[in-house]
């Protein structure tokens, strides 16, 4: 009988990168503009609110934020092309794992365990993406047309008020869900340091998005001690 040595263990990190510094800095500058066409957003809508921040200096700063948000996109579209390809492709396709996802989604809302295995972003934040880019896309055109609508009547077209409301409504929607799971629901919550300092407990995400990180692993340095 040969006596073997115990099989090497792989030390690893207890965390994992999730995040680069080019994605958190996206994501910061949409939390900011989003905050601030919300709050003078609110102040155009709400006498009482526009006794707080004027009409004319609301209408500026919800303009400006509008402006900061697309010149913030353009640029990372211009100088890191390849960020964004990649994170395209992440969002842009539904495989079968991310249908069974979502076919018992409402059930695992509040627990994942017994989720199908998922890649870096699950189907929820997959849709989640889509539709907030989607609603954004909206805003931006129906703020246009107000803006422009303000200086030539032949822009001006009955319901686009509301439209511009009801993408406001649904996105407030989508982002106070997106806020309570990165922030209080325990299953969810360990993901909010990716977006603070890039990294999440490697455990937390291999529950989560096991697949993903295989990939990552396949490529690290072996490291075997
Ligand atoms: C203080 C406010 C916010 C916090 C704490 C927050 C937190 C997070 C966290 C932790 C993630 C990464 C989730 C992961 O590990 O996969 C994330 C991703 C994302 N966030 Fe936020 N977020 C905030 C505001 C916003 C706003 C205002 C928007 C849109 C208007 C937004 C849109 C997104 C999108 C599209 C993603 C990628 C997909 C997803 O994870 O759902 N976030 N956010």
Redesign the pocket.
């Known amino acids: 009988m040969s006596s073997t040595s115990p099989a090497p263990t792989r030390t690893r990190p207890a965390t994992i990168r999730?995040?680069t510094g080019v994605q958190r800095l996206l994501?910061l500058i949409?939390?900011i503009t989003?905050?601030g066409m919300l709050w003078t957003g609110l102040c155009l809508w709400s006498p009482a609110l526009a006794e707080v921040m004027n009409r004319p200096l609301a209408k500026q700063w919800h303009f400006y934020s509008a402006i900061a948000l697309g010149v913030a996109f353009v640029l990372i579209l211009v100088l890191r092309p390849r960020d964004v390809r990649a994170f395209a492709s992440a969002v842009d396709q539904l495989d079968r794992a991310d249908r069974a996802w979502l076919r018992g989604g409402p059930r695992r809302l509040f627990s994942h365990v017994g989720a199908p295995e998922q890649g870096?972003?699950n189907a929820?934040?997959?849709l989640?993406?889509a539709i907030?880019?989607g609603l954004?896309i909206v805003l931006t055109g129906t703020g246009l047309l107000l803006w422009i609508g303000e200086r030539n009547t032949a822009f001006r077209f009955a319901g686009t008020v509301d439209v511009h409301d009801l993408a406001t409504i649904l996105?407030v929607l989508?982002?106070s869900g997106?806020?309570y799971?990165?922030?209080f629901n325990p299953s969810?919550r360990a993901?909010?340091s990716?977006?603070t300092n890039g990294s999440?407990d490697r455990e937390w995400a291999r529950a989560n998005?096991r697949r993903w990180v295989e990939e990552c692993e396949a490529q690290e340095p072996d490291d075997r001690s």
């Open positions: 999730r995040f994501h949409l939390t989003f905050l870096w972003l929820g934040q997959k989640n993406t907030t880019i954004l996105i989508l982002v997106h806020l799971l990165a922030i969810t993901s909010l990716g977006m999440v998005h």
